[in-house]
């Protein structure tokens, strides 16, 4: 494992005097949230298959009311950062905790991101509007942070299950 | 005419949009955004999604919701056990039965709507 990987993954990443490590943004992802070929080619597909995958999975109640604050916040915004990665997230009143999705598609979507190639790696992240713990932006930030390392990315495209994620974020690769 | 579940989750929808549009424009929230790289260039197209959804709810309930939203912040609030997450007072048993899980209910401490984010 490169050394600027580790020290990463040893690292603290903050974001406005908050601050996450890899071992508390692991607990936040899991297996049933863990999609390793979505099958969508375009941004509103892709978001409705990663919020039927987590409604299917109990998650969420009421999809319909997650899959439109995430198209509204697309609307703000791309939330495809370029690099080939999204970070679908936002706040709503139908998801009981921070919920944390990774979903990665092989051929790619059409997201419309900021640097127009298309998605292969998705992060979403999705929130109550009111967190007690308040790991929704750090959670978020630390992902960003971690996802700017061409070595990382790479790694995600090779994994194929989520072991080998979690062993990717802890830096244990 | 849309069902009470149907309005209900108008407006669950109508606080997440507010919720967004507050946080858009809150600087330090925004400035935390923008430094990860996310651009919020937006704000506008959310206010006219805003107005559009709220043309759908009955009139007497977006009344109902843009006082409450005007007088305490938050209009609808997710219910935890027993608890309501707008003023933390514990709610009646007599609310907390799966078929009132999809009317329209406000607290009677806050006045707050009730949502169950848990479902039944």
């Not at chain 1, 580790?6 to 999609?35: C, D, P, Y």
């Not at chain 1, 703000?76 to 998801?95: C, E, K, M």
């Not at chain 2, 799966?98 to 009677?108: F, G, K, M, S, V």
Request: with cysteine; hydrophobic share 40%; proline share 5%.
């Amino acid at each position: 494992m490169p050394e600027s990987r580790a020290k990463a993954a040893r690292g603290r990443v903050e974001e406005g005097g908050e601050s996450m490590n890899h071992q508390e943004l692991i607990t936040l992802f899991s297996e049933e949230l863990f999609i390793a070929d979505l099958k969508a080619r375009d941004r509103d597909g892709a978001l409705q298959e990663m919020v039927d995958h987590a409604a299917k999975a109990g998650i969420i109640r009421d999809r319909d009311v997650i899959l439109g604050m995430l198209k509204n916040r697309e609307s703000l915004g791309s939330t495809g950062l370029g690099l080939g990665v999204a970070f679908p997230h936002g706040r709503s009143l139908a998801i009981p905790s921070l919920m944390a999705l990774f979903a990665r598609s092989p051929k790619g979507v059409d997201y419309g991101a900021i640097d127009g190639k298309p998605v292969q790696l998705f992060f979403m992240f999705i929130a109550p509007p009111v967190e007690k713990e308040n790991r929704y932006l750090p959670a978020l930030g630390q992902v960003v942070e971690m996802i700017r390392d061409e070595q990382t990315r790479q790694r995600l495209l090779e994994i194929k299950s989520f072991p080998e994620f979690r062993s990717l974020i802890l830096g244990e690769d | 005419m849309p069902s009470l579940n149907e309005q209900l989750l108008l407006l669950v929808a109508l606080q997440d949009l507010d919720t967004m549009i507050r946080e858009a424009e809150d600087k330090v929230h925004a400035d935390k955004l923008q430094a990860m790289g996310f651009p919020l260039e937006g704000v506008d197209d959310l206010r006219r999604a805003r107005k559009e959804l709220a043309e759908s709810i009955e009139r007497p309930l977006l009344t109902r919701y843009e006082r409450i939203l005007g007088r305490l912040g938050r209009a609808v609030v997710p219910i935890t056990g027993d608890v309501c997450l707008g003023c933390f007072a514990i709610i009646p048993t007599s609310y907390t039965s799966a078929e009132n899980r999809d009317r329209i209910l406000q607290c009677e401490n806050c006045g707050r709507i009730f949502y169950w984010p848990r479902g039944t």
